[in-house]
């Protein structure tokens, strides 16, 4: 009997993290590079909350040409999907298929798996996390890499920067930083964009 339970308890921590080498079909033909850089546009966001709201009553600014806003919205409508290995569609995804998904959307091509997306982008402090950059965790795997990504929806003065991202437990959900959990895997922050 615990043999058995040793042999479970393996089983549920290997697949507890989100990492997926299973590819999926660009249906996008144009989308065929990654785009890497800062665009000065975003740096707007960085530690602010930007809502429909804001969008709304600041008609005038550029919120609602930004490519990560339109990423981060595209992100949104996967909440509530079941988490699924290597799935990035409505029917179950995982968090890398999240975040896949979401850049492919905006003719942005990303690796598929998240310890492979970690190597893409400029390497940012947590404090100058803005909407629609990458966070990335160590989900206590067995080889210490990368193992889950989440997209970032928005970022606060206060430090508070909250995430959208595929967990085995609960499926596709906004999370916070601050979180024990979240905070203790923290990693490091990139930016696509």
Known sequence: ???LLFFLSIIFFSFSSCKSAKHTKNENPRASKIIIG??????????????TEDINSNSGSNFSGSKAFSIVEYAKQFKGVRYRF???TKSGMDC????FESFRAHDIILPRISRDMAKNGEKIPLNNVGIGDLVFFKTGNRRNDISHVGLVVSSMDSGNIEFIHSTT???VIVSSITEAYWNKAFVEARRIL
Do not use: R
């Open 96 to 99: 890398s298929g999240l975040v």
């Open 86 to 88: 290597g799935g990035a």
């Open 169 to 171: 437990s609960a499926g």
């Open 38 to 51: 800062t665009n000065p546009n975003d740096e707007i966001y960085a530690n602010k909350t930007i809502t």
């Open 1 to 3: 009997m615990k043999k």
